[in-house]
């Protein structure tokens, strides 16, 4: 299968067009789930020997999200959401550092703090942006793939491959930029964070499956646009 089967949500054979009330209410969730995961990725967390970062309480909904726009709106149109998502950490990351350079007020004293998270961000949204186009892409295109070959049969099968395949791409290429940001400096602590992060985020997708089949139903239901595949 080339890229350019799977770029064809257009043609209306088993994916929605993107021009829905539903499309941009689910890209604006997954934008800001984003966002929010980077933000809180910034603090390293410690459950007794469990080591991971803050990031673990909103992140893996974004592919829950992203199995969502992959399966019922095609790889072209999860690919857009992808890089809408990139484009919005950028921003935040420079409105970020424009911040730090403005002039302090005489009363403010967390400069140094301030700096010290944008800092982390800054290698966070680095590790956070490469594991995510990573892993989305890869998650997508496992859907998509293997909808072809499936049809409208099997969506477990869709999900739980894709999230194996794109969580394990995500976390290894985040795990490996942003474990010194979060003060991991010992192979012993960074193979437990790559592990538990894998392992967390793709428990966090079966668990919630249910949701997900739940949330697809209903958008495939209500979109105009949606024809199944045949």
């Not at 991971?52 to 992203?66: E, K, S, W």
Request: glycine share 8%; net charge neutral.
């Amino acid at each position: 299968m080339t890229s350019n089967e799977l770029d064809k949500p257009t043609e209306r054979t088993g994916f929605a067009l993107v021009g829905s009330a539903y499309y941009p209410i689910l890209v604006a969730i997954f934008t800001a789930l984003v966002i929010i995961s980077n933000v809180t990725a910034t603090k390293g967390v410690a459950f007794g020997p469990v080591i991971t970062d803050g990031g673990f309480i909103v992140f893996p909904l974004t592919y829950i999200i992203g199995d969502v726009l992959s399966e019922v709106y095609g790889f072209k149109a999860a690919r857009r959401a992808i890089l809408l998502g990139f484009s919005m950490n950028v921003l935040a990351a420079a409105a970020f550092w424009v911040t730090i350079y403005l002039p302090a007020a005489d009363f403010y004293e967390n400069q140094a703090a301030l700096e010290n998270v944008v800092h982390a961000y800054t290698q966070l949204i680095i590790a956070g942006l490469a594991g995510f186009i990573v892993g989305q892409t890869i998650n997508a295109w496992v859907v998509v793939a293997i909808k072809e070959r499936t049809k409208e049969k099997h969506l477990w099968a869709r999900l739980v491959g894709s999230t194996f395949a794109g969580q394990l791409g995500d976390t290894l290429v985040f795990c490996a930029i942003a474990a010194g940001a979060i003060g991991i400096t010992t192979f012993r602590d960074f193979a437990v964070y790559t592990a538990l992060g894998w392992l967390y985020k793709t428990a966090v997708e079966i668990v919630f499956l249910p949701i997900t089949y739940r949330v697809i139903a209903i958008i495939k239901r209500r979109e105009p646009t949606y024809e199944p595949m045949v």
